[in-house]
């Protein structure tokens, strides 16, 4: 019997940024994430909702630790925060309020909105009303 796959969900993605202190300065000062786990010049976690953003250095990550494999990624890399009005205006403003530029604004076919910006790292950062893929708000 094949399992469910409309029963999963993320429940941890990772971005990759050479300045940890930066990222966490971002993810943590910025959008208010709680830090979890920091191994300096390795990696910071931070909780998002019931789902955890794993950020580490790719060059920490090339090398194995004990029985996690290696992995990484080279460029910059995307995720997307689900935010439903009135949160989608609010994070929209509390960004530019400190001075990071939206880098995009879409009105998808949906009809849910979002917008792009870039973390310290370059990775694509979007914030999307959770009806993007059909899902109900």
């Known amino acids: 019997m094949r399992p ?30 709680e830090v979890v786990l920091r191994k300096p010049g390795r990696h910071v976690f931070f909780r998002v909702g019931r789902a955890m953003l794993l950020v580490f250095d790719p ?3 090339a090398e194995a630790v004990d ?7 080279k460029g910059p890399g995307h995720m997307c ?9 609010a994070w929209k403003r509390h960004l530019e309020g400190h001075g990071i530029p939206i880098e995009a604004e879409i009105t998808w076919p949906t009809g ?24 109900q708000p």
């Open 112 to 135: 849910a909105r979002s917008f792009y910006l870039r973390d310290p790292a370059g990775n694509s950062v979007e914030f999307a009303e959770p009806h993007l893929w059909g899902a």
């Open 81 to 89: 925060f689900a935010a439903a009005e009135p949160e989608f205006s």
């Open 67 to 73: 029985e996690v494999p290696t992995h990484g990624a």
């Open 4 to 33: 469910d796959p409309t029963a999963l969900t993320i429940l941890e993605t990772s971005l990759y940024a050479g300045d940890l202190a930066a990222a966490e300065a971002f993810y943590a000062g910025v959008l208010g994430l």
């Open 59 to 61: 060059t920490a990550t």
